[in-house]
């Protein structure tokens, strides 16, 4: 499974940015994958944001985006997408996506390497 990040740029703070997670090759459904986002800001460690069961109906988020980002996915496009909202100069980040064959979001959210696929990152930069 090959992951594309996309979607980062350059944003006033207040603003909104949707990032998208593609699936190459296998497909997510191929083993029903989680797929979870995660950020890393210079100098500090990679954290966890979000992640979605393969059916959509479980997500967990970090509790400093509860209330402005929104995980979703589409399957039939093998893409998962944050929609990130009310933007804060804190938010900026290099974002990562990542597939995991057997965690779920809640375990995803307990780690921040580890999972079976990752994607090279997107930068997301909010200005104040």
């Known amino acids: 499974v090959q992951l594309q990040a996309s979607g980062g740029g350059l944003v006033q703070a207040g603003g909104s940015l949707r990032l998208s997670c593609a699936a190459s090759?296998?497909?997510?459904?191929?083993?029903?994958?989680?797929v979870g986002w995660f950020r890393q800001a210079p100098g500090k460690e990679r954290e966890f944001v979000a992640a979605?069961?393969?059916?959509?109906?479980?997500?967990v988020y970090v509790d400093s985006v509860q209330g402005r980002f929104t995980i979703s996915r589409d399957n039939a496009k093998n893409t998962v997408y944050l929609q990130m909202n009310s933007l804060k100069p804190e938010d900026t980040a290099l974002y990562y996506c990542?597939?995991?064959?057997?965690?779920?979001?809640?375990?995803?959210?307990?780690?921040?390497?580890?999972?079976?696929?990752w994607g090279k990152g997107t930068q997301v930069t909010v200005s104040s």
């Open positions: 090759g296998r497909t997510f459904s191929s083993y029903a994958m989680a």
């Open positions: 979605i069961s393969w059916s959509g109906g479980s997500k």
């Open positions: 990542a597939a995991d064959r057997f965690r779920n979001p809640r375990q995803i959210s307990a780690i921040t390497d580890g999972m079976d696929y």
